[in-house]
């Protein structure tokens, strides 16, 4: 679990802000739910056997109650449509930024708390919202300017046709069992499609010969694949089709996706969704369809990080030292009639005392491109010393009440 310090707030504020704009300029509204949920929301949304629920929840009991802290927003959001009546027929359009749990084994890009940006568009049966988000994902990584990623795209098809090539795996690894890791084998009864998604280099031959999903997908799912496909191409997005992508989490039906990146790593994926046309009925509401996405943004961070595309922190505009026990007092009421006339520019006021020479120490580290100066003796005679930092120039004098258009004139020169 990381600290964000001041240094690197910037970079999280830069990422924060575009993709507030953009969620919002293709009609997404955000929405806030709770980080504490009942523990059965989560193993009957993401399934009880994937290793998100199996074995990295941060569950706990406070009275009788069994709750644990969301591993993922899909199902919370979920509940709340349901909860709040939002169903029936509607379709939403939605986003939310915030900390999610996972007790996994701490690396480069995999923390134990980390930060998603989630979004999901739910009462759209497709393809064309499939299209469009995965659009705006695209968008995304040109407005940031991010282009060490690629788009894998697949398609688990219904619930009806899995379970039938799921059939067909189980009988494929059985007559192969001897040669399964301890893993895809524990993985054979409960959920034996994740064995498709094995990092081991020893099982790479065996699932390459694999029957294929996308091979028996019904014919509705396929007439859905296949247009997202054209519409992908319409627009110029570059997608792979990867049979192999199977997804971690147990709701997802028909379109699934990851966007992957060559720079960060053994943890490749920073941004992931699919459809999840069956879980809001599996949780109780009406059957409605929907689709969404999880970006990674520790991930997205780092990537900035390394194409040195993060914003470098704004200073303050002025630095006002400090003389004499009389200006002290003055100061402040001048430093905050300046921040009312001036409400886009940033002050900074030297707290605490100091020498003179201290303090345009710290006025020249602030970065401020100017530094005023209120002793007492400019306070006596009613104006304050004015001196530009980042250039040559020499220590002037304003008479205070003109100070506002005087810091402006000195700010633009
Ligand atoms: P997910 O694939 O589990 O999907 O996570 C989405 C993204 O969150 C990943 O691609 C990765 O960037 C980031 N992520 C996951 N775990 C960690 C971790 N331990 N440390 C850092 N980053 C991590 C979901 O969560 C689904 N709810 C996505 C979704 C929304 N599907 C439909 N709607």
């Known amino acids: 679990m990381n600290d964000v310090l001041p240094s690197e707030i910037a970079t999280w504020q830069f990422l ?139 398609s688990l098809g219904t619930p009806e046709a899995r379970r039938s090539y799921r059939e067909l795996l189980v009988a494929y690894f059985r007559s192969h069992e001897a040669r399964l890791d301890a893993d895809s084998k524990r993985r054979l009864e409960g959920n034996p499609l994740r064995i498709l998604d094995s990092k081991n280099p020893d099982m790479r ?64 994926a920073v941004c ?26 520790e991930r997205v961070v780092e990537l900035l990080v390394q194409a040195q595309k993060t914003p470098p922190p704004r200073p303050p505009d002025v630095f006002i030292v400090v003389n004499g026990r009389r200006a002290s007092a003055e100061a402040l009421k001048i430093a905050e009639r300046l921040r009312n006339e001036l409400p886009h520019r940033r002050f900074e006021m030297n707290l605490g005392g100091g020498k003179i020479g201290a303090q345009f120490g710290r006025a020249d580290k602030s970065g401020a491109a100017l530094a005023l100066v209120l002793g007492d003796d400019e306070i006596a005679r009613g104006v304050a010393g004015v001196k530009p930092l980042r250039q040559e120039a020499g220590q002037s004098e304003c008479p205070i009440p003109d100070l506002a258009a005087r810091i402006e004139a000195a700010i633009q020169h």
């Open 272 to 297: 992931a969704g699919g459809r999840y046309d069956g879980l809001i009925a599996h949780l109780g509401g009406a059957s409605t369809p929907a689709i969404g996405f999880a970006m990674g943004i």
């Open 16 to 154: 924060e802000g575009t993709v507030r704009e953009l969620v919002t300029s293709y009609g997404f509204q955000e929405m806030r739910v709770p980080i504490v949920e009942e523990t059965r929301l989560f193993k009957r949304a993401i399934g009880e056997l994937t290793d998100v629920v199996s074995k990295e929840m941060y569950s706990f009991e406070m009275g009788d109650e069994k709750l644990t802290l969301r591993p993922e927003a899909t199902a919370g959001i979920a509940r709340a449509l349901i909860s709040n009546g939002m169903l029936r027929g509607a379709r939403h359009k939605l986003w939310c930024i915030g900390p999610m749990f996972r007790h996994e084994k701490p690396q480069k890009g995999r923390y134990r708390q980390f930060h998603q940006l989630d979004v999901e568009a739910v009462g759209f049966p497709g393809p064309d919202i499939d299209a469009e988000i995965i659009a705006m994902t695209a968008r995304l990584w040109r407005l940031l300017g991010i282009t060490r990623v690629k788009l894998q795209l697949n």
């Open 205 to 268: 031959e065996i699932i390459d010969n694999a029957p294929v999903l996308t091979e028996h997908l019904d014919a509705e799912s396929r007439e859905h694949f296949d247009a997202l496909c054209a519409a992908l191409t319409g627009i110029g997005i570059e997608y792979h089709v990867n049979p192999r992508l199977v997804r971690g989490l147990d709701y997802y039906t028909r379109t699934v996706f990851e966007w992957t990146t060559d720079a960060l790593g053994a943890q490749d």
